[in-house]
């Protein structure tokens, strides 16, 4: 139901500068050339998750690098200033699995669903864009990195604002992410870190879950399947919320340490708690 905006143009070679049709195939690369792409379309590329417009690429077998300010999508003449309120580009690059490396995420205004998916099964990445923004929205992240399974390097994650599923399955399936992202926000929202590292098999140690306070199903199988992960932080003191823990260590290495605040002293033991076999130890 998309329908791509008309301000959308690309170039081959550093030739002119044509309208982007959709579903119209671009031959480029090699002795071809470079593709750039441009716009002022202010909701960026897609309007919501299911209206779209995606990338996709010939052949898996030839690697693809893509570079540059992803704003030049929204105003490329004006793109360090333009407002990116608005700009989404849900899964503009889902299921490309030649795709080396990603444009500049710089925005620090983000819209609803903004980056959700975007990088969803892109097996050939392995380092993240910068994600500079410090207050998210709702679903901003969510699935971003879904199935990456060569990632290695994480983007920083600097936001003390969180929303609702902000970070939801955000790296799900990384298996090659051996280094989680600080996360440094202390009060937090609603299923904000939701399966976010479900099943990163090379995850060792979790970041520092600095919040007192848990709310619904902010945890919720948030490590599931981390089969390396053996030490992590947690510092709540306030577990009391609906399903805050649930099954979120799920699957976690069969020992390692858990510290947690001294004065909580109700945690239980397991798989929504603390790992069966870990050493607990207070800070």
């Known amino acids: ?19 982007l049709t959709a579903k119209t195939a671009i031959t480029f690369g090699g002795d071809k050339g470079t593709l750039r792409l441009r716009g002022k379309s202010a909701n960026g590329t897609a309007t919501s998750s299911s209206s779209r417009a995606q990338i996709s690429f010939g052949d898996d077998n030839v690697q693809v690098a893509c570079s540059g300010d992803i704003r030049t999508l929204v105003d490329y003449e004006n793109f360090a200033t333009v407002s990116t309120a608005n700009a989404r580009f849900c899964s503009l690059f889902e299921g490309c699995k030649s795709l080396t490396t990603a444009p500049e995420l710089p925005a620090t205004t983000l819209a609803i669903r903004c980056y959700a998916s975007m990088f969803y099964g892109c097996t050939s990445l392995t380092v993240a864009p910068e994600l500079p923004a410090e207050t998210l929205v709702n679903w901003c992240y969510a699935s971003m990195f879904y199935g990456c399974t060569s990632l290695t390097v994480a983007p920083e994650l600097p936001a003390t604002t969180l929303a609702s599923y902000c970070y939801a399955s955000m790296f799900y399936g990384c298996t090659s992410l051996t280094v989680a992202p600080e996360l440094p926000a202390a009060t937090l929202v609603d299923r904000c870190y939701y399966s976010m590292f479900n099943g990163c098999t090379s995850l060792t140690a979790a970041p520092e879950l600095p919040a007192a306070i848990l709310v619904n199903w902010c945890y919720t199988r948030m490590f599931y399947g981390c089969t390396s992960l053996n030490s992590i932080t947690m510092l709540a003191t306030n577990i009391s919320a609906s399903s805050c823990l649930s099954n979120w260590v799920s699957g976690v290495a069969s020992s390692g340490t858990f510290t947690k605040a001294a004065a909580m002293t109700s945690l239980p033991t397991g798989t ?5 076999g870990w050493t607990v130890v207070n800070k």
């Open 1 to 19: 139901s998309y329908v791509l905006d008309e301000s959308m143009q690309y170039s081959v070679n550093g030739g002119e500068w044509v309208q």
């Open 272 to 276: 929504s708690g603390i790992p069966k």
